[in-house]
């Protein structure tokens, strides 16, 4: 894979980096299992550092830090940088079998995180099964050290993280769902920086509350680390300006509620304008999916202003969407605009060299004497060209890197292999069994693509927040219903497309990305709802090194986990 020469200037930049890595900010996380009373009784939850949510990290843009990884708990785990490019490193990464294998129980990695383009807000979380509910952080990205924000610098910073509760060890939930072959139980709650509020039992007391003062302006950087629902969130008797998605700035956009994918951040601006009070701000569900139950409660979390007065109680909830109002969550997202000004340019790529089309579908797949809890005794699925992902016994950048034959594919269609009317309200069963397997897309180093989203209505047509490692993307259009070819394309947006790493396909409709492969390395794309991802709505991009070696593949660490 690799001259000679180019080994020998690989080990040399290797050496260059084990150097710099002396003088690298270090941080500690130790995953392990930690005792946690919510909605009145306690269980034990995977955590990092006994913290939940997880220590946020804070770094200034283009910085490169070293996380020790020490796995203390029962389980593996893999912990992966959510946004972070990783460039040239996707050793790092963390998808359990994709970049790594798992840290097993009492081992250690050391993972280095390479920060280069992002600024704003990201996330870190567990990888590997479904510890990702417990095992999560923010990251913060400053920017850098003689720079400032695009915005009126905020009075205070503050993360929010939106996530679920379940009372069962997550654990168990995720393994009756494989046993059964059907939908996973919902969660008890939702949550507001690992707390559900007032609105739950015994909750009150432990309640999330941000304390203003009258006049002056927060960054809330948002993230949604739930699980399986995108949410819809907002704050009594305010609205609140987007100043950035996915750790890339945007236009100002006011909103009085905003729809968050899982894995999707965003940063707000609230300006506390209100008399003095408390507030409620709050979350709900946005669930498209017919026929499917979800967890229809709010989680909450108090604003409150300070200075002397008396509070109404309870405070005012904020009209949130109905559970179902698609027109309000695409018309949130579909407002969004990258900042395109001199300082923060955009680069859509315009001459494409991949046109690719991949449909996202949920599938069943038959049981023995339809024995299972999916739809007519079939186990569910999911799927990105009919091609339901297959984990491999090892992982997929390690048998790129060494030529190991056998682990992967390299024939993942670049466009459907059955064409039907994606989007109809009745489609034939025969279209619903996808095939098994491990297949991958390999692209030329530098090459520029175009990715069409096709959502179906097989089985049941919902949102998905596709999610690809090692890049961001600009989202050049989407629509609802089938994507046309010879129009859709005229209406793209190539002026101020938002730069994301996660977008809602919208329920039977279509999101259209771009982006330049000049990353390489192996890079996993998925669905970002925990279910879809299980059931197979995945694969990976491997990148192949361009000619100079800056634009080869860095060397793997010592650590790395075996197999």
Known sequence: MKSSRAQYVGFLLFLVSILRCKALVRHTFVVEETPYRRLCSTKNILTVNGQFPGPTLYVHKGDTIIVDVYNKAKYNITIHWHGVKQPRYPWSDGPEYITQCPIQPGAKFSQKVIFSTEEGTLWWHAHSDWSRATVHGAIVIYPKKDSTYPFPKPDAEVPIILGEWWKKPIMEVYDEMLRTGGDPNISDAYTINGQP?????CSKQDTFKLRVEQGKTYLLRLINAAMQDLLFFSIAKHSVTVVATDASYTKPLTRDTITISPGQTIDVLLKANQNPDHYYMAARVYSSTFNVTFDNTTTTAVVEYSGKYAPTSPPPLPRLPYYNDTSASVNFTGSLRSL????????VPRNITNHFIFTVSVNTFPCPNNSCAGPNGSRLAASLNNISFTNPSIDILQAYYYSINGVYGARFPSFPPYV???????????????????????????????????????V?????????????????????GNFDIKKDPLNYNLVDPPLQ??????????????????????????????????????????????????THLLLPPPDMPPC
């Not at 509020?197 to 039992?201: F, I, Q, R, V």
């Not at 395109?340 to 680069?347: C, G, H, I, L, R």
């Open 460 to 480: 049941g047509g919902t949102d998905h927040p596709m999610h690809l490692h090692g890049y961001s993307f600009y989202v050049v259009g989407w629509g609802l």
């Open 197 to 201: 509020g007032d609105l739950y039992p």
């Open 340 to 347: 395109a000004s001199d300082k923060y340019p955009v680069d």
């Open 501 to 550: 790493n996660t977008i809602a396909v919208p329920k039977n409709g279509w999101a259209a990305i771009r982006f330049r492969a000049d990353n390489p390395g192996v890079w996993f794309m998925h669905c970002h709802i925990e279910r879809h991802m299980v059931w197979g709505m995945d694969t990976a991009f491997i990148v192949r090194n361009g000619v100079p070696p800056n």
């Open 420 to 458: 039907f009317n994606f989007t109809a309200d009745v489609l034939p069963l025969s279209l619903e069994t996808p095939k098994r397997g491990t297949e991958v897309k390999v692209l030329k180093y530098n090459s520029t693509v175009e990715l069409v989203f096709q959502g179906t209505n097989l």
